[in-house]
């Protein structure tokens, strides 16, 4: 495909599915108490209908690796927007626990390729000196979807509950959805001879355990886990229920963790051109995030003078 200027929109279009992403994933943590209580969960069954989604985002890979090569980054993004806001309306209409347990799974097969799609095409449509900056604005601009399921989530879900937030996350869908549907006309990719599905499914697994990519698979497993573990759920309730927080307080703390995500893409980009070591950069700072969590667990400070009294 002919390098253009024309690019960017399509690319930002593609990335408000990054978006939606990132917010619906992220919504329970302010949501948590709220819809455990209408949905009849305890903790723990809380935190296994949450584990579905991410579970069903990375059974969804392959296969949306598989679609965007053969029938492009258009039609394989319009339809996992539509899976998306398919399951953001079943989770907003949900009058049970496996009703949305479904949905769950629903919005992980949804959001599988919202990353995918846009890289995709950006790595046919950008020349490759620039395809590290616009990897860079497209993770950046992704991200701050965790800024909408942080402080404006918040106050959401105290003025109209749990399921204004999944409609919400509907309608950036919608918009995600008539976004790419007016600005990418990319076409799919040519092939040179006919494939079957389970030889592209061979090969994207071969891929995926290759062992040049083996360790930063091992890097994205345990960073992935920790920001779904503390900013997708377990930050908000903690925030709460044992430091005293309330909600809008909550969301403006996580908040500033999605801030931090937005920008530490671009950071990190700045950072390793200056240092040239990425390997220690990136094992440097797991192990700082590592300590930054032990010290947040250790720290017996509360937001509530009520509170000052308990164990926390």
Request: aromatic share 8%; hydrophobic share 60%.
């Amino acid at each position: 495909m002919p390098r253009t200027s024309g690019y960017a929109v399509p690319i930002l279009a593609l990335a408000l599915g990054h978006v939606f992403s990132n917010a619906v994933r992220t919504l329970p943590a302010l949501a948590a108490d709220v819809l455990a209580r209408d949905l009849g969960l305890g903790a723990q069954g809380l935190a296994a209908l949450t584990a579905v989604l991410p579970f069903a985002f990375a059974l969804a890979m392959v296969p949306v690796g598989i679609g965007l090569d053969r029938f492009g980054v258009r039609r394989t993004a319009l339809s996992l927007l539509a899976t998306g806001m398919a399951g953001a309306v079943m989770a907003a209409a949900a009058p049970n626990a496996a009703v949305m347990l479904l949905a769950q799974v629903v919005l992980g097969i949804g959001c599988a390729g919202m990353l995918m799609g846009p890289m995709t095409y950006a790595a046919r449509a950008v020349a490759p000196a620039k395809f590290s900056l616009w990897s860079g604005i497209i993770l950046t601009f992704g991200n701050t979807g965790m800024l909408l399921s942080g402080s404006p989530l918040a106050w959401l879900v105290d003025w109209q509950g749990w399921r204004a937030g999944f409609w919400a996350m509907a309608a950036l869908a919608a918009i995600a959805f008539a976004a790419v549907a007016l600005t990418v006309h990319q076409p799919p990719p040519a092939r040179r001879e006919p494939r079957s599905l389970l030889q592209d499914a061979r090969e994207v697994l071969a891929i995926a355990a290759s062992p040049r990519l083996r360790p930063l698979m091992v890097f994205a497993f345990a960073s992935f886990a920790v920001v779904l573990g503390v900013r997708g759920l377990w930050g908000g309730p903690w925030l709460m229920e044992v430091k005293g927080y309330s909600r809008i307080e909550a969301g403006h703390v996580l908040s500033g963790c999605a801030l931090a995500l937005v920008v530490a893409p671009v950071a990190c980009g700045w950072i390793d051109r200056w240092l040239q070591r990425p390997v220690l950069l990136l094992a440097g700072s797991h192990l700082i995030v590592a300590g930054l969590i032990l010290a947040l667990l250790a720290g017996r400070g509360c937001r509530s003078a009520s509170m000052r009294s308990s164990s926390c």
